[in-house]
């Protein structure tokens, strides 16, 4: 099966940038889709961001423009980078990852059939 690790979370200040990563391993499929969630206490699960394995990228409105996600198929590892951070970004962020890509509703958790543990990310004065 596959694993996901996601490392890089932290607290910074407003404005400030982060680069979360999310190792893959195990029996890795061809097409495999990755993307990014989050929840913060007391909220539902949010999807953030989206990559599918031909390289279609979605992304949830409120991180437009400052989020970037990527992933590197040779070392088999997720990243967003996270510029121009906000306090309403603070959550647990979480790397998810599903056999097959999204066509019309990219952050459909059912088309993540794995999932890591999560990496905080804090943005406070």
């Known amino acids: 099966q596959v694993q996901l690790v996601e490392s890089g979370g932290g607290s910074v200040q407003p404005g400030g940038s982060l680069r979360l990563s999310c190792a893959v391993s195990?029996?890795?499929?061809?097409?495999?889709?990755m993307a990014w969630f989050r929840q913060a206490p007391g909220k539902e699960r949010e999807g953030v961001a989206t990559i599918r394995s031909d390289g279609a990228i979605r992304y949830t409105s409120s991180v437009k423009g400052r989020f970037a996600i990527s992933r590197d198929n040779v070392k088999n590892t997720l990243y967003l980078q996270m510029n121009s951070l906000k306090p309403e970004d603070t959550a647990m962020y979480y790397c998810?990852?599903?056999?097959?890509?999204?066509?019309?509703?990219?952050?459909?958790?059912?088309?993540?059939?794995?999932w890591g543990q999560g990496t905080q990310v804090t943005v406070s004065s």
């Open positions: 195990g029996n890795i499929p061809r097409t495999l889709c």
């Open positions: 998810a990852a599903g056999p097959r890509g999204w066509l019309w509703e990219p952050f459909d958790s059912s088309l993540y059939n794995y």
